[in-house]
């Protein structure tokens, strides 16, 4: 079983919190979805990206890679899970949500912030159990005519009985 700092737990659950942007206006750039009762989906165009990670320093070690974004469009919504693929050499992978994880509603005004956690198990190098991560990208929900691509340099990932997992969105305080 892993335990988990509170930091890192608190993090995952703002992640879990964020899945969606509102925006009342319909543009030329807004992504419409008829399931969307008020406003658009976010746009990854409309979002500023930062990347932190607590990389798993050992085999067999948890690390975290934390996807923080800020909306610099009109207001929208989050509705659901990032979708996040992590790419090796000749395989591509989708991470699933944490379990127990259930996707959330968050509208997120201009100049607003979210993020989402990727949780992984650090690989045995050249392990057969373990995959070579070179790249990991993502996808919002309503969104997926955009991905954002970022090299992984976090180490091989375990693909065993602890395969990595996605958090939902969080919201920041303040």
Do not use: I
Not at 12 to 18: G, H, P
Not at 36 to 65: H, I
Not at 143 to 165: F, I, M, N, Q
């Amino acid at each position: 079983m892993r335990t988990f700092p509170l930091a890192l737990a608190a993090a995952l659950a703002t992640t879990l919190l964020l899945t969606g942007c509102d925006d009342d206006k319909t543009g030329g750039d807004d992504v419409k979805n008829t399931d969307w009762k008020s406003g658009s989906a976010c746009a990854l165009g409309d979002m500023g990206v930062e990347v932190g990670a607590g990389a798993a320093p050992a085999a067999g070690d948890t690390g975290t890679v934390t996807v923080t974004l800020t909306n610099k469009g009109a207001q929208c919504a989050l509705k659901g899970f990032p979708a996040v693929d992590l790419l090796a050499d000749d395989k591509t992978t989708s991470v699933s949500p944490d379990e127990g994880a259930k996707p959330q509603s968050l509208t997120l005004g201009k100049g607003g912030t979210t993020s989402f956690t990727v949780t992984y198990v650090r690989g045995e190098a050249g392990s057969a159990e373990s995959l070579d991560v070179r790249k990991a990208s993502f996808t919002l929900p309503g969104d997926t005519r955009t991905a954002h691509e970022l090299t992984w340099s976090y180490g091989e990932v375990a693909w065993t009985d602890e395969k990595p997992s996605v958090s939902g969105f969080e919201t920041s305080a303040g």
